[in-house]
């Protein structure tokens, strides 16, 4: 990680350093780092880091009428130069211990939990439904937030809400999927669908719920070129499927177990274009612009 001297670093997570800014702030540095299955991979990605924030930073914009959010600035004198471009000065806020997870395709641990119960968190689906298939409404399929190197546990609503109460885990299910319907919108406009995603949120000092940490990333989220939709087959993804893919098939060599393999180049290569192309398609702007200066 970066070595910041006017910050003491509080936490190293599997892909973002948080740092300490005063103030009850935050500077949050995503590095270039990638993982699967709760690991991290020793091969970076390269500009990885610069996407999740240049993507994190317009969805805050893009969102802001939704629910405040923790983003305080992304440029200027607060950010150091050394990680201009991949870090955010954010409210530090009292995180909830819980991922809130949105579905309007059926893939993934869903599909999988599905495939097994017939319903996903405790929420009866129709029978039939394909993997990758669109679901008839898009659907709130919230987890626990696992200590590190422990997968989350996906929960029902009743478990959901003995860990938030009732107000606040009805208002971060109507935040949550107000939040996916927009960015499925905007996505929509792009040509992408927006598979699946996962929130996190925060109470701020004023006892208010803000959005937190990244937001619609290729990381926290599954985005599909929509075009040649075909149900019953995975789809070409724009986020982190492809190293999944690779990790648990034949070439890789892992058996679930070890330490991940390290990545080849074609394998990161295709990451780095994918990422990239989603922030291009999602936004419409350049990644080589920035962080823009000030005109
Ligand atoms: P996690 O599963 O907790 O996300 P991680 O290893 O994936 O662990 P990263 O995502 O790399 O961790 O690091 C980001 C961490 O910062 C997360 O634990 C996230 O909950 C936390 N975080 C994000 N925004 C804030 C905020 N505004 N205040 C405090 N913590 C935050
Ligand atoms: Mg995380």
């Known amino acids: 990680m970066t070595p910041l001297p006017r910050h003491p670093k509080l936490v190293t997570g599997k892909v973002r350093d948080l740092y300490d800014a005063g103030d009850d702030r935050l500077l949050i540095v995503a590095s270039d780092r990638i993982s699967a299955f709760e690991r ?14 240049a993507m994190s930073v317009f969805w805050f914009g893009e969102l802001a009428d939704v629910l405040p959010n923790h983003l305080v600035a992304c440029d200027g004198p607060a950010i150091p130069d050394t990680v201009r471009g991949r870090a955010m000065l954010v409210e530090r806020l009292e995180m909830l211990p819980v991922e809130a997870v949105v579905r309007g395709h059926l893939t993934g641990r869903g599909y999988a939990d599905y495939r097994r119960d017939g319903a996903v968190c405790g929420l009866e ?39 938030l109460g009732r107000a606040l ?47 619609l990333t290729p990381d926290s989220a599954r985005y599909w070129l929509a075009d040649g939709h075909r149900p019953g087959r995975p789809r070409p993804s724009f986020d ?50 920035w962080p823009r200066d000030p005109a």
Do not use: M
């Open 40 to 53: 991290v991979f020793a091969t970076p990605v390269p500009d990885k880091g610069r996407v999740l924030t």
């Open 240 to 289: 982190k499927q492809h190293v999944r893919d690779w990790l648990v098939g034949p070439a890789s060599g892992w058996d679930c177990v070890s330490q991940l393999p390290p990545l080849p180049p074609e394998v990161v290569t295709a990451t780095r274009d994918r990422y990239i192309e989603a922030y291009h398609r999602i936004t419409g702007l350049c990644l080589a612009d």
């Open 125 to 163: 689906l129709p029978r039939g439904i394909t993997e990758s298939a669109r679901l008839p409404e898009p659907i709130f399929t919230p987890s626990t937030k696992a200590r590190p190197g422990e997968p989350d546990e996906n929960i029902d609503f009743g478990t959901f809400v003995s860990i």
């Open 169 to 215: 885990a009805e208002e971060v299910r109507e935040a949550s999927l107000e939040l996916y319907r927009r960015g499925a919108a905007r996505a929509a406009e792009q040509g992408l669908l927006l598979a699946d995603t996962k929130f996190e949120f925060g109470i701020g000092k004023h006892g208010g719920l803000v959005l937190a940490d990244e937001v």
